[in-house]
């Protein structure tokens, strides 16, 4: 089992609110993170306990990350707000999540994955650390330009 972890940090143009909106709009990801699509399971997807699915890759080469939101706490008056999810497989386990702080004028992310992949050689995880973080990198840019 391959160890992936990473934490990519992105300072946005935008009021802490507005970047906390739009991470907990679990559907709207697909927007902004390359190659993924979001199905969003039954019930309020913005409270714990919730369930939703992303898909990353192209056709067969599609890795299902089933994901079950575990920590959510926004603090309006502070503009500060966590949130965690709990991957539940079928191939990543572990946990993501992220933090949003105010920052001058505007706003701090701090993105973080913590997973194992089963079926990745131990050798080859430090290439896919390198390229997951570049990947969230591009996105936060992606959604950056959005608010």
């Known amino acids: 089992m391959a160890p ?3 934490t ?3 300072n946005f143009d935008a009021p802490p609110a ?14 902004w993170i390359p190659a993924t699509r979001m ?23 599609t890795l299902e990350d089933r994901m079950r939101v575990s920590q959510l706490e926004w603090d309006d008056q502070a503009g500060k707000g966590t949130c965690e ?3 539940l497989g079928p191939v990543l386990k572990g946990r993501a999540g992220f933090t949003v702080v105010p920052d001058g004028n505007g706003t701090r992310l701090d993105w973080f994955e913590d997973v194992t992949l089963p079926y990745l050689p131990t050798v080859l995880a430090p290439i896919v650390n390198k390229l997951s973080a570049l990947g969230f990198s591009f996105g936060m840019k992606k959604l950056a330009k959005s608010l």
């Open 4 to 6: 992936i972890e990473f």
């Open 8 to 10: 990519v940090t992105h």
């Open 18 to 31: 507005d970047v906390w909106n739009a991470m907990i709009d679990w559907e709207r990801h697909g927007e």
């Open 39 to 61: 199905q969003i399971d039954a019930g309020d997807p913005t409270t714990v306990g919730a369930t939703f699915t992303g898909f990353t890759g192209y056709g067969p080469l």
């Open 85 to 87: 999810v709990e991957k």
